[in-house]
């Protein structure tokens, strides 16, 4: 009965609001599932950029905790070293000082008088002189006393600055344990 009514047109006209009906009704489910689709993709994109503010926050406590060990090493490694270097200083000027009181010593008894007094033998009593002559041997075959004390002296010179470079070598320069970034 109502299609006695309707023409072409309407029936057209129905079919097509039946259609557009259709089509809104499919375009407000695939809107729901683009939109719980999008609030996913979101919440994973928020997942990852937090990861990725994680891994550089653990990055630079890594590196902030390299830096720190970085400089206690170089302070331990300064200290050790200053140690060496006072304690060669040290050795340096008493052996130092113990070479020159020697030829002190040794000069005063050579200056002194022929004559070591009653009771006592001459110094170098029972000894022989050489052939040559003893003006001969000093003054021709050896060093000064000068040139004796001042080879003396760069020898334990040179001696303290072996054990110097020894010392400083054996210093440990490297870092201790030192923790790797997390994640790795």
């Not at 550089?56 to 060496?84: F, L």
């Not at 170098?124 to 041997?137: D, N, V």
């Amino acid at each position: 009965m109502i299609f006695r009514f309707l023409n072409m047109q309407g029936v057209a006209g129905i079919a097509v609001g039946l259609a557009l009906a259709a089509l809104l009704i499919t375009q407000k489910f695939e809107t729901r599932h683009w939109k719980k689709q999008s609030a996913g993709f979101e919440q994973l994109y928020l997942r990852e950029q937090a990861s990725v503010a994680a891994t550089i926050a653990n990055y630079r406590a890594s590196a902030d905790q390299a830096r720190a060990a970085d400089k206690a090493n170089a302070a331990r490694v300064a200290a050790e070293q200053k140690s060496i270097n006072q304690r060669t200083r040290h050795d340096f000027e008493s052996r130092l000082a113990a070479a020159r009181a020697d030829f002190d010593r040794l000069r005063i008894q050579f200056h002194a008088p022929a004559d070591p007094g009653p009771g006592r033998g001459s110094p170098l009593s029972g000894m022989a002189a050489p052939a040559g002559g003893a003006a001969q041997t000093t003054s021709e075959d050896r060093l000064s006393r000068s040139d004796r004390l001042t080879a003396t002296e760069q020898a334990i010179q040179l001696d303290e600055l072996i054990k110097w470079v020894r010392r400083q070598a054996e210093v440990d320069n490297s870092p201790k344990a030192v923790a790797s970034p997390p994640g790795d």
